[in-house]
């Protein structure tokens, strides 16, 4: 079930602190005792922890009826192969986890479920996109060049945000971890004022307001070990150039071995962490519709690094506040009323000689595309949420024609056949909105 864990190293920290013990009497330093804090545990760990997962047979049957599984670990309720996003912010019972929405991770700044494509991703397509025709990986993330105004510090890829949590724990920077957390105001998450903070330790903005950020499988990124990306050969050694400061990356030759495991109808090296058909990617499909890896000694071991994120969240809280903050994540408003889930094309199953069920693809018609929405439809819905919409909104346009003797001129509104068109741009959608 696990992948090999990344070795973790625990820096101590040694505080002192002076005291003063009259008007005259000189400032003496005291040396405090050596603080002693556990070692993070490996990532893998952590998820199955804060995710518990449920038995299987060797036909990957789901054995509901268990207490415990053969290896001693409990029955839980999130499943141990994860292949797909669509079912991500929904009932755990369909296979996948909870969404960036769903555990508040603060940096997401994702787009609103008002029917476009990408919605609920941090791709924002403009409400004039075309989502049954292009590609809406296209479509910008909401990009800052300061942490100081509406939006902070802008879409943070949650991979970062966990790199620098991490890191920060376990080498003593940015402070006092119980300055972290504030359970009156944030619950059993960090405090996103003091993330910010850590995540400016290790990726700080040029003096243009520029920031890089390196992917997951990078040792910059923080190598994170559930990624399994989709490069291989040629396109991992491109990707190497891309990221030239970004250290070794964890293709798939070292994550899992020869690219002779592939499917013949897969795509070989396309990457992403997503395998998509060769027709799908000829048709310039979106990745994110594509399974994870589902074949080799990895076989539904990704994980989301958001999940991963929230994992730490969950060990640092029940570190700090055990008797507020459980070792799992909590799943009493999950999942949501309105879920989360976002809107998938047409898919189809995928027919091989294989043993094990193989997840679906994307359907591709006799045109050579992919067909969206799909029988779901587009998913327009008041997901509560912490919602970006200045890219999606297009401004309209202010025309009045009419008499001047019919125009109210304390309102603004015209009173002849043609009224004025009002364009209102919210620039943040707090909590809930309504459609």
Not at 72 to 84: A, E, K, V
Not at 107 to 133: I, K, R, T, V, W
Not at 259 to 265: I, S
Not at 297 to 326: Q, T, W
Request: net charge negative.
């Amino acid at each position: 079930m696990y992948v090999s864990k990344a070795i973790i190293v625990l820096l101590a920290s040694v505080a002192t602190m002076p005291t003063t013990h009259g008007q005259d009497e000189p400032v003496t330093t005291v040396a405090a005792p050596t603080p002693t804090i556990p070692v993070l545990p490996p990532i893998g760990d952590l998820i199955e922890k804060a995710y518990p997962t449920w038995c299987m047979d060797k036909n990957e049957n789901r054995l509901p009826d268990l207490e415990t599984c053969e290896d001693g670990s409990p029955n839980g309720q999130w499943s141990p192969l994860y292949f797909t996003k669509q079912h991500s912010g929904a009932d755990p019972a369909l296979g996948g986890y909870p969404g960036n929405i769903d555990i508040v991770y603060p940096f997401e700044y994702a787009a609103p479920f008002l029917g476009q494509a990408c919605a609920g991703s941090p791709h924002m397509c403009n409400e004039e996109f075309d989502g049954s025709s292009t590609n809406c990986k296209q479509c910008p993330k909401l990009i800052t060049t300061d942490d100081n105004g509406p939006y902070g510090p802008g879409h943070v890829p949650p991979h970062i945000s966990l790199a620098a949590l991490s890191w920060s724990y376990q080498e003593g920077k940015g402070g006092d971890i119980a300055d972290w957390f504030d359970f009156n105001a944030n619950a059993c998450r960090v405090l996103p004022h003091k993330l910010l903070s850590l995540i400016r330790i290790y990726y700080p903005r040029e003096e243009d307001g520029s920031v890089y950020y390196p992917p997951p499988f990078s040792d910059l990124g923080g190598a994170f070990p559930l990624e399994f990306v989709n490069l291989a050969g040629e396109s991992c050694k491109k990707e190497a150039e891309k990221h030239s400061t970004a250290g070794k990356l964890d293709c798939f030759e070292d994550h899992s071995g020869d690219v002779a495991l592939y499917p013949d109808y897969l795509e070989v090296g396309h990457g992403s962490p997503h395998y998509c058909t060769v027709d799908g990617k000829a048709a310039d499909v979106n990745p994110d519709y594509c399974p994870y890896i589902f074949f080799g000694p990895n076989r539904g071991k990704y994980r989301h690094p958001h999940i991963a994120f929230s994992a730490v969240e969950v060990y640092l809280s029940n570190l700090l506040m055990p008797d507020k903050c459980g070792a799992t994540w909590d799943v009493s408003k999950y999942p949501p009323a309105v879920d989360t889930t976002v809107a998938f094309p047409y898919m189809s199953d995928v027919e091989t000689e294989w043993d094990l069920a193989m997840p679906q693809q994307p359907t591709i018609d006799e045109e050579g595309m992919w067909i969206w929405p799909g029988p779901e439809g587009i998913k327009k819905k008041p997901v509560e949420g912490n919602f970006a919409v200045n890219l999606y909104t297009i401004e309209s346009d202010v025309t009045a024609v009419a008499d001047e003797d019919e125009s109210d001129e304390s309102s603004g509104f015209s009173n002849g056949a043609t009224t004025a068109c009002l364009a209102t741009v919210i620039p943040m959608v707090w909590i809930a909105f309504s459609l």
